[in-house]
């Protein structure tokens, strides 16, 4: 059974840090397309950044520059690094599978998920 659990999530102050883990279980992490999205409430949930089997990763404009999404294949855990934050990153994160089978080239922030979804965890900015 696959399963995609997302820590890390909190308030910090405008131009803080913080960092987020996604532990993976079911399946094999390090052959995925892995995805970060965002969301706010009656809002529709946005790709972030996406890191390939290769470790090619790919980043929407509004994060780039500012977070870093890798992996650690021997813990089976996404991470996504948040730097300079600013009230406007205050979402819902989740991690997603967006496919175990998709080349790395096609692997992208702008793919549509086909396989399973985190329970996400908030992140809230103040100024």
């Known amino acids: 059974q696959v399963q995609l659990v997302e820590s890390g999530g909190g308030s910090v102050q405008a131009g803080g840090s913080l960092r987020l883990s996604c532990a993976t279980s079911?399946?094999?992490?390090?052959?995925?397309?892995m995805a970060w999205f965002r969301q706010a409430p009656g809002k529709e949930r946005e790709g972030i950044a996406t890191i390939a089997r290769d470790g090619r990763t790919t980043y929407a404009d509004s994060v780039k520059g500012r977070f870093t999404i890798s992996r650690d294949n021997a813990k089976n855990t996404l991470y996504l690094q948040m730097n300079n934050l600013k009230p406007e990153d205050t979402d819902m994160y989740y991690c997603?599978?967006?496919?175990?089978?998709?080349?790395?080239?096609?692997?992208?922030?702008?793919?549509?998920?086909?396989?399973?979804w985190g329970q996400g965890t908030q992140v809230t900015v103040s100024s």
């Open positions: 997603a599978v967006v496919s175990a089978f998709l080349s790395s080239a096609a692997c992208s922030y702008t793919r549509p998920v086909t396989g399973a």
């Open positions: 079911g399946f094999t992490n390090s052959l995925a397309c």
